[in-house]
């Protein structure tokens, strides 16, 4: 069955850029059907989407994270990434990828999450 | 855009309803069909339980069920077990293709 996991560096440091990938195994990440989400959770708090990529490369953002925040895919090596720049410790929260149907807020396949801390 | 509103926590008996409101505007739940519900127990990633307002997933118990009304949507369970006391999310479309998560309610099984 199709497998979502998060990879990237557990620490970041403030104002630098944090990275994720996200790879997709057991499936196509070419799918027609389906969009690729990022959504994080900080410790304690509530879930928060981040954005969301095609395949083909078109990608939708939170209006709060706009500006800061990008997502890319490559179709070759069935991942997709997540960069979001200028960190501060209020971005320390788990960081999931899931699949929606389209843009619709249907995620019905997660990532086990990975929790990314930004400190010095 | 913000955040849907849910209460913090609900709580009911074993065998019991009990309903989880979400509160959002004529921007995101008053206009569109597109609300979904997720269970998150702690430390697991969540879990789909309601999407497009009353849909259940396959697998997912027919004690779940989703309503809409003006702004508010509505998740009840009934029958309450044990296993379902867990953190719920509401989440809706919110034009523009973006999405808005509400803040998460605890139910807690007495």
């Known amino acids: 069955q199709l497998l979502l996991q998060e990879s990237g560096p557990e620490l970041v440091k403030p104002s630098e850029t944090l990275s994720l990938t996200c790879t997709v195994s057991g499936g196509s990440i070419s799918s027609t059907t389906y969009y690729w989400g990022w959504i994080r959770q900080p410790p304690g708090k509530g879930l928060e989407w981040i954005g969301s990529i095609y395949y083909s490369g078109s990608a939708y953002y939170s209006p709060s994270l706009k500006g800061r925040v990008t997502i890319s895919i490559d179709t070759s090596k069935k991942h997709f990434s997540l960069h979001l720049t200028s960190v501060t410790a209020a971005d320390t929260a788990v960081y999931y990828c899931?699949?929606?149907?389209?843009?619709?807020?249907?995620?019905?396949?997660w990532g086990q999450g990975t929790l990314v801390i930004v400190s010095s | 855009q913000s955040a849907l509103t849910q209460p913090a926590s609900v709580s009911g008996s074993p065998g019991q309803s009990i309903t989880i409101s979400c509160t959002g505007t004529t921007s995101d739940i008053g206009t569109f069909i597109l609300v979904s519900w997720y269970q998150q127990h702690p430390g697991i990633a969540p879990k789909l339980i309601i999407y497009?307002?009353?849909k259940r997933p396959s697998g997912v118990s027919d004690r779940f069920s989703g309503s809409r009304s003006g702004n508010t949507a509505s998740l009840t369970i009934s029958g309450l077990q044990a296993e379902d006391e867990a953190y719920y999310y509401c989440c809706s479309y919110a034009g523009h293709s973006t999405l808005v998560f509400g803040g998460g309610t605890r139910l807690t099984v007495l």
């Open positions: 899931a699949r929606d149907r389209a843009v619709r807020g249907e995620f019905a396949l």
């Open positions: 497009e307002v009353d």
